[in-house]
């Protein structure tokens, strides 16, 4: 199957500072990322759906002020916390879908982030 | 808009014992994907089986499979001679041809030894 990488897996940043996650889709080209956020033991929560080269579509209540999210090229999405704060503290899933590929789109490892 | 609802927060079962996960959505599509992810502590979401709804018949993959109910808007995973590494948090989603995923809230499946 195709292989996204996310990184960093885990990040311990000050309140305030802003925080970058990337995620690659390493063997494909990937036209659609998405970025969710997961509570423990809660679902994944759609944030937000970027298609290279144009803005991210944001969900209803997320901040796209906040969470911004660039995918500048068709292998690379970034999603930046900016100003971060101790309840922005959660664990960032992205997943990349695959022109071509209309059935799954497949998932990074996931990014712990600590806000302290 | 889609949704989709695992009914079982958690469910617990005996090793080498069958045990079924419930999920039921609903959809505007007239076209869409339904899988079932395995999530472990780790957190790394592992596709466990995928359906494309024109299909009727059941997709299986070893010792997983589903029973789906397009009518009923029923997708519910089989587990048969369960293992040990089976444990963890299942999801249900339903995916648009867009590859927007709408995901449940999860089941936690234990497996006693």
């Known amino acids: 199957g195709a292989v996204v990488s996310q990184h960093p897996s885990w990040v311990i940043c000050k309140s305030g500072t802003s925080v970058k996650i990337e995620c690659r889709s390493l063997?494909?080209?990937?036209?659609?990322m998405f970025w969710y956020r997961q509570f423990p033991k809660q679902s994944l929560m759609l944030m937000a759906t970027s298609n290279e080269g144009s803005k991210a579509t944001y969900e209803q209540g997320v901040e796209k002020d906040k969470f911004l999210i660039n995918h500048a090229s068709l292998t690379l999405s970034t999603l930046t916390v900016t100003s971060a704060h101790p309840e922005d503290s959660s664990f960032y899933i992205c997943?990349?879908?695959?022109?071509?590929?209309?059935?799954?789109?497949?998932f990074g490892q996931g990014t712990r982030l600590t806000v302290v | 808009a889609q949704t989709v609802t695992q009914s079982q927060p958690e469910m617990s079962v005996q090793e080498a014992e069958t045990v079924t996960l419930s999920c039921t959505y609903d959809t505007s599509e007239s076209d869409y994907y339904l899988f079932w992810y395995k999530q472990p502590p780790s957190r790394q979401m592992i596709l466990v089986i995928r359906q494309e709804a024109y299909k009727q018949q059941n997709a299986t993959e070893n010792r997983f499979s589903v029973n789906f109910q397009k009518a009923a808007k029923s997708f519910s995973l089989k587990i048969s001679d369960s293992q040990l590494g089976d444990a963890a948090m299942y999801f249900c989603?339903?995916?648009?041809?867009?590859?927007?995923?709408?995901f449940g809230d999860g089941t936690t499946l234990t497996v006693k030894p």
């Open positions: 989603a339903h995916n648009t041809n867009a590859g927007k995923s709408t």
């Open positions: 997943s990349a879908r695959a022109e071509r590929q209309n059935t799954e789109a497949f």
């Open positions: 063997d494909f080209q990937a036209t659609t």
